[in-house]
């Protein structure tokens, strides 16, 4: 089995079986993404312990990329702080597109998504998640907040 059919089959099987799929109770941080090219559609929740996921969770639905590597990148930032997960959504964006990239080795499982590239189309599928994880992590709060000029 070469490297190309191991990523397939992680892709297949988190797709197959998304891991922590489904809603969170009282989540501290949450966010909702959409994907219109595609139509994937997804939320985020996130449970903080301090600085650290204590536990990250998803709903919505999607295209197999899409639900594949929510299911992925709630298994990974697991125990992360957040600059850990800030770090990590770097590595993912740079995994899905520069096509001479090689899997930092500090991503683990998440390097299935690397073929993703080979798909410009399924690129937004894939990253759909860490954008709204992004989001839900740094609301946009001081904009949010600011009082709005009169000027
Ligand atoms: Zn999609």
């Keep these: 089995m070469d490297l190309k059919d191991l990523y397939r089959d992680v892709i297949v099987d988190h797709n197959r079986k998304p891991r922590n799929f489904g809603p969170m109770l ?3 941080a949450h966010a909702d993404g959409h994907n219109p090219l595609c139509g ?3 939320t985020i929740y996130v449970s903080l312990d301090g600085d650290t996921v204590k536990e ?4 919505g639905s999607g295209c197999a990329i899409s639900v594949a590597s929510a299911s992925l990148l709630t298994e990974a930032v697991k ?3 957040v600059a850990e997960v800030d770090k990590l959504y770097g590595e993912v964006h740079e995994l899905l597109t520069r096509r001479d990239t090689v899997a930092a080795p500090g991503l683990g499982k998440l390097a299935a998504l690397s073929g993703v590239h080979e798909f410009p189309a399924r ?3 894939a990253s759909l998640c ?3 994880l992004n989001a839900a992590l740094h609301p946009p ?7 709005t ?3």
């Design 26 to 28: 009282s989540p501290d």
């Design 141 to 147: 709060q001081a904009a949010v907040l600011a009082p």
């Design 56 to 59: 990250a969770k998803f709903e």
């Design 79 to 81: 125990g992360k702080s």
């Design 149 to 151: 000029s009169t000027e």
């Design 40 to 42: 994937d559609r997804l």
């Design 123 to 125: 690129v937004k599928c």
């Design 130 to 132: 860490w954008h709204t």
